[in-house]
C-alpha cells in the first residue's frame, strides 16, 4: 500500500488534533496514540483500492475445502489437548438498537428463553465438562455495552468456564469541519465518541493485559466471532488444521449466495491472501464483484488467530488494516468515525488461510426476520447448539421479509402467538397490520399484505400453501 506524505494543510490539522487529543482526560495513552495513528493513516491518503488485473482466484492450499481437512483426533487427552491451547472470543460492542433493544444485543432472547450469551456459555460449558479442558470465554465489550455486560456475566458465576470482559478502543468523533475532536467542543457524553470497529480486537488484548495473561497459561489460539452469530461454535477439526500447519490466521468463509453480496471475499493479491471489501473495489467493476460467479465466497466473520502472532505485529505496529470511513451527524454537526474490520488483518500474518465452511456455520441475527427463522421448526436446541431440522429438504434457508411493524424485538413478539411451522417453506413476506395465531403453517411461495387501516389475523391453525393473502376473504 502507497503512503503518500502529508500536504502542509494536513500536518497543520494533525497536529492541532494532537494538541486537542492531549487534552482528553477521558481516554488512556494507547487509545490516544492509537486514534493519532488511525488519523494520520487517513489523511497520508494510504491506497485503498486494489488493482483490478492483479487480482487472482485462491487456490485450495490459501482457501481450503472443509471436507478435506484432517479428521479430529479421537481420544479425550488429544481433545483436551487441542482444547487448552484454545480461547473463545466473542465481539459484544454491539447494542440491539436495530431490533429495538437497549442494552447489548448478545442478551436478546433467540429461543426457549436463552439469550446469545446464555447459548455460547452452555456450549463452553459442556465442551469443558466433556473433556476436563478449560476453555475461557472473553467479551470484547465496548463502552456502550461495558457496564451492562458486567451486570449480566454475573449470573454465570459458578460456571466452569473462566469468563474474562475487556473494553475495546473508545475513540472521539471528529468534526469533519474543523477535523478536531467533538469531545474537546463540550460533547463529553457518550455521542463524543465510538468504539473503532472490530479491527481493534488486536490492540485491545494486548492493551488490557489479556494476551500476556492467556500466553502465559500455554493459550496459542483464539476463535474470534460476532456475538449474534449462531453458526460460530467451536471446531475441532478447524483448530487441529491451524496447530498441523502452523497457520497464524484463518479466515472461514462460506459459499456466497444472492443474499450475501455486499460481503467482504478473499483473494490472492500480489504473492499474499487478502480481504477484498466492496468498500475498496473500483465503481467500475461493483456489479463484478457483487455477481457470484467470479466471487464465491465471502467473509463470515469466523476468524482463527495465532497469540504470539498478535502480540508479535501488534507491538510491531505492523497491523494496517484499510481504514473505513463512517461519516454521522451528531445534533446536526457532520462527524467522522474512522474504523477497521478483524477481517483485513489475514494479509499481516503469515501462513495465513481461508477454510471453506458449511453454511451452518454462519447463522447471524441482524433483524427479526433472522430471529423468525432461529425461532422457528427449522432448527431446534441441543446442548446449547442451534442445530438444524433434519425434515427440511431444501439446503438454503427461506428467504424471509416483514414489514416495519414487526421491526422491533417487542412488536416482533406481541404479533406472533407462535412462531409459525416453515419446515416447509420458500419465502414468506409480511407487511402491514398482521397478526399470527398458534400453530399457523406456512409452506412455498407466501405473501400476506394487509390493506391500509386493517387489522388482518391469521387464525390459530391455519395452513397456508402458495398464497397471496390481502384480507380474511382470501384466507
Not at 488486536?202 to 496459542?220: R, V
Not at 460467479?293 to 510491531?316: G, P, S, Y
Not at 483485513?344 to 500474518?349: H, K, P, S, T, Y
Not at 391455519?462 to 384480507?471: R, S
Request: hydrophobic fraction near 40%; include cysteine; glycine fraction near 6%.
Amino acid at each position: 500500500m502507497a503512503t503518500a506524505t502529508l500536504s502542509p494543510a494536513d500536518t497543520n490539522k494533525l497536529s492541532n488534533l494532537k494538541s486537542a487529543v492531549a487534552a482528553l482526560s477521558q481516554i488512556s495513552e494507547n487509545e490516544k496514540n492509537g486514534f493519532i495513528n488511525l488519523v494520520s493513516r487517513y489523511l497520508s491518503g494510504e491506497a485503498q483500492h486494489v488493482e483490478w488485473s492483479k487480482i487472482k482466484t485462491p487456490t485450495d492450499e490459501v482457501v481450503v475445502p472443509y471436507d478435506s481437512l484432517a479428521p479430529t483426533p479421537q481420544g479425550s487427552s488429544e481433545v483436551k489437548n487441542l482444547l487448552d491451547k484454545l480461547v473463545v472470543l466473542k465481539l459484544n460492542g454491539g447494542l440491539g438498537t436495530t431490533m429495538g433493544c437497549t442494552g447489548p444485543k448478545s442478551v436478546i432472547e433467540v429461543r426457549d428463553g436463552l439469550t446469545f450469551l446464555d447459548l455460547i456459555v452452555i456450549q463452553i460449558e459442556n465442551l469443558n465438562s466433556k473433556y476436563g479442558s478449560n476453555v475461557p470465554l472473553l467479551l470484547m465489550n465496548s463502552f456502550n455495552t461495558h457496564d451492562d455486560t458486567q451486570k449480566i456475566v454475573e449470573k454465570y458465576k459458578n460456571s466452569n468456564i473462566e469468563i474474562h470482559t475487556f473494553n475495546q478502543s473508545q475513540y472521539p468523533r471528529l468534526v469533519v469541519d474543523d477535523f478536531l475532536p467533538l469531545p474537546s467542543k463540550g460533547q463529553t457524553d457518550k455521542d463524543g465518541w465510538y468504539p473503532p470497529g472490530h479491527g481493534d480486537v488486536f490492540s485491545s488484548l494486548l492493551n488490557s493485559g489479556k494476551l500476556d495473561a492467556l500466553l502465559s497459561k500455554g493459550k496459542e489460539y483464539v476463535f474470534v466471532a460476532n456475538s449474534d452469530n449462531l453458526g460460530a461454535v467451536v471446531d475441532l477439526k478447524i483448530l487441529n488444521h491451524l496447530i498441523q500447519n502452523k497457520n497464524e490466521y484463518c479466515m472461514e468463509v462460506t459459499p456466497k449466495t444472492l443474499a450475501d453480496v455486499k460481503g467482504g471475499t478473499l483473494i490472492s493479491y500480489e504473492g499474499r491472501v487478502q480481504l477484498l471489501e466492496i468498500a475498496q473495489v473500483p465503481d467500475e467493476h461493483v456489479s463484478e464483484f457483487k455477481s457470484i460467479e467470479k466471487f464465491k465466497i465471502f467473509n463470515t466473520n469466523n476468524l482463527w488467530v495465532n497469540l504470539k502472532a498478535v502480540k508479535r505485529l501488534v507491538e510491531a505496529n505492523a497491523l494496517k488494516m484499510e481504514i473505513i470511513p463512517n461519516p454521522k451527524e451528531v445534533d446536526g454537526v457532520k462527524v467522522l468515525q474512522l474504523e477497521t474490520a478483524a477481517g483485513a488483518a489475514i494479509r499481516f500474518f503469515d501462513k495465513a488461510i481461508g477454510i471453506n465452511v458449511p453454511r451452518s456455520r454462519f447463522l447471524p441475527v441482524k433483524a427479526t426476520s433472522d430471529l423468525l427463522l432461529v425461532q422457528s421448526d427449522l432448527y431446534k436446541l441441543q446442548d446449547g447448539f442451534v442445530v438444524r431440522n433434519q425434515a427440511r429438504a431444501n439446503p438454503e434457508n427461506p428467504s424471509i421479509e416483514l414489514g416495519p411493524e414487526f421491526k422491533k424485538v417487542s412488536n416482533f413478539l406481541s404479533r406472533f402467538k407462535s412462531i409459525p411451522s416453515i419446515v416447509d417453506l420458500d419465502s414468506l413476506k409480511v407487511a402491514g397490520d398482521v397478526w399470527f395465531g398458534a400453530g399457523v403453517i406456512v409452506k412455498g411461495k407466501v405473501t400476506i399484505v394487509a390493506k391500509p387501516g386493517v387489522k388482518l389475523e391469521i387464525p390459530d391453525s391455519a395452513v397456508i400453501a402458495n398464497k397471496e393473502i390481502n384480507g380474511p376473504e382470501n384466507l
